[in-house]
């Protein structure tokens, strides 16, 4: 290895860049009140200011883009450097996902906080699928009717997956529906500019909506967070910070194995069932977050007899590396767009974000009011944030009017991972099987719908069994009226 050659150290000078464009946009947020209030997080501003510049970059400099040009060898019409970003935004996906996975929480649910975290679980999946419809039904007219060109029937999907999950699912299933037996050119550049959009309307919508609020004197200012204490750094009987081995050099063992295995789990079964290959790898965070489930439960077993002495998880450090991987994630994710690209489809992708923004605000906004009277505008807040950006979005939108997280909308947030991603895997399938074609499309669009009305029956079932029991209620009383004035006729003749 030569270490004066410029691709040795290609893949570092991508990373600082992304970092520097993280340090200052916190500089810049700081410094301008008007950044600061529009709560925009700092990865997303990074990624668009990367992102003007790597588009100069390319009108500029013979059809190369920012990063490209850390990598001088490559063909034109070559992309190396974005390549590389892409990398990133698929691993850290993975890696985010564990890390938090990882985390242990001591707090016991109530049966009524159980039943909220769930409502909140089917929310979520809920609104992945009015984003589903929307994106269909749109992507379905634009190529039968208005025959647009580079795109596919199933294309709209990418709408539940940018709003809803957010930069890395966007890319990953961009991709996959850019693969020859698909069709589709530059999926992943597509549902990138979908999660990049969706940052924008969860951010505007969410001021909006806070202003909104103060106005009319529903909430005040943004209270002072709460200081730290050690318990929020660390537990009790955890293994000290410094030894033979760091104790963060310990949780980064721990998500990178756990990572690694999964690929291994990815490889072998993507080798035995080849046709659930791009699915598979479409799930490296999934299949990541079910592995963290025994290996807690191993861990917990293995310090209950004794054989551990001491807590291996730092709660405060796997939050941190979740938070590294998801800020490197977006910044990554929103610098890969190819705005060149997006020519033929831009008016395609501003429709899907104003009809997918209108959708998720009046569908969250009707859940909200309906099942969580007590903390409405907290628990909105929180899961607009998430189906339009990601789950930080929905926390600082949240922030804003409940700085100490006195509400359950924060912990409603976390919990309600496990059941969304149990009801929402069907989804994950369906996508794909769409992309083959405008009757899988529209099949696809039909087991949605009814999976979606099955889902809000059940998610709006106090609520609608409440008025049955009420009916019936009242007509046994109409009923038992009856009775008494036939049989008062009855003692009368």
């Known amino acids: 290895m030569d270490s004066s050659a410029f691709s040795t150290w290609a893949f570092v000078i991508i990373i600082a860049i992304l970092l520097a464009a993280l ?20 990865s997303v501003l990074g990624g668009i200011i990367l992102l003007i510049i790597s588009t100069i970059v390319y009108y500029c400099v013979d059809h190369k883009y920012l990063f490209d040009l850390f990598y001088p060898q490559a063909e034109v019409g070559i992309h190396p450097g974005m390549n590389v970003l892409e990398m990133i935004t698929y691993h850290c996906l993975g890696i985010g996902f564990i890390a938090m996975g990882m985390r242990t929480n001591k707090k016991k649910l109530t049966k009524q906080r159980v039943g909220e975290v769930v409502n909140t679980g ?55 529906f850019s693969k020859p037996e698909y069709g589709m050119e530059g999926g992943g550049n597509f549902g990138l500019t979908i999660a990049a959009m969706g940052f924008l309307v969860a951010c505007i919508v969410g001021v909006i909506y806070i202003n909104v609020l103060r106005r009319k004197g529903i909430v005040k200012v943004k209270s002072e967070e709460e200081k730290n204490t050690l318990l929020d750094y660390e537990d009790e009987n955890e293994i000290p910070h410094v030894a033979s081995l760091d104790k963060f050099t310990v949780q980064v063992a721990v998500v990178f194995v756990i990572y690694a295995v999964s690929y291994l789990i990815m490889w072998g079964l993507g080798t035995l069932i080849p046709f659930l290959k791009n699915i598979l790898f479409g799930f490296n965070f999934l299949i990541g977050v079910l592995l963290t489930i025994p290996v807690k439960a191993v861990l917990n077993k293995l310090e209950a007899k004794g054989v551990i002495k001491k807590k291996i998880v730092n709660n405060f450090m796997m939050a941190r590396i979740g938070g590294f991987a998801f800020d490197m994630m977006i910044v990554a994710g929103v610098a890969a767009i190819q705005i060149p690209l997006l020519n033929n489809h831009w008016w395609v992708l501003v429709i899907l974000a104003v009809l997918g923004g209108v959708g998720t605000y009046l569908y969250v906004f009707f859940v909200c009011k309906h099942l969580f009277p007590a903390y409405r505008h907290e628990q ?15 926390m600082i939108l949240l922030r804003e009017i409940d700085g100490s997280y006195r509400t359950p909308a924060s912990e ?13 895997v069907p989804l994950m399938f369906l996508a794909e099987y769409a992309a083959k074609g405008m009757i899988e499309s529209c099949i696809t669009l039909a087991i949605v719908v009814v999976y979606g009305v099955a889902l809000n029956v059940f998610l709006f079932r106090s609520k609608i069994f409440k008025r049955r029991r009420r009916a019936a209620q009242t007509e046994d009383g109409a009923q038992g009226a009856e009775t008494v004035d036939d049989t008062k006729e009855n003692d009368g003749q």
């Open 23 to 42: 340090l200052l946009t916190s500089i810049l947020k700081r410094l301008i009140p008007f950044l600061n209030k529009s709560l925009i997080p700092s």
């Open 122 to 176: 089917i929310t979520t999946v809920s609104g992945y699928f009015v984003q589903v419809i929307i994106g269909l039904v749109v992507t379905l007219v634009c190529v039968e009717a208005l025959h647009t060109s580079g795109l596919i029937d199933a294309s709209g999907i990418l709408l539940a997956f940018g709003f809803g999950q957010g930069t890395g699912q966007a890319l990953n299933y961009g991709n996959i």
């Open 380 to 394: 909105f807040l929180a899961m607009f944030g998430m189906l339009t950006g990601t789950a930080s979005t929905g």
């Open 412 to 424: 409603n947030l976390v919990f309600q991972n496990l059941p969304a991603m149990v009801l929402g």
